[in-house]
């Protein structure tokens, strides 16, 4: 009768204690399962915003080259202008020099 009590006992509280074990791990695990939820939508939105950074980095990047492109060309035309420029200074030297030559030449003959 003692050993059939012992063993009784002994079963009871291993099914109490199996009992509290399942409801604890049964609550870590909704627990688990909530943080995973926050993860994943914090995932999905960092992604969200990783993609609306990444498309304007391309648009930026786009509009980069274009101002490149506008900048070289603009050098280019300052290059050929600074050119033309001082081809003008010279052909108008030359036709101050020539000037100069002709109202000599025009007080010579007064």
Known sequence: ML????????LASLCVYLT???FYFK???????????VVKNTLGDAEVV???YQVQLQRSLGNIDILSDELTKVKNDLKSLRTRNSQYRMESDKLRHQIKELQGKIEALL
């Open 3 to 10: 050993i059939e009590w012992i063993v009784t006992t002994t």
């Open 20 to 22: 509290i074990m399942v």
């Open 27 to 37: 609550t870590l695990l909704k627990k688990e399962k909530l943080g995973s939820v």
């Open 50 to 52: 990783i993609r609306k």
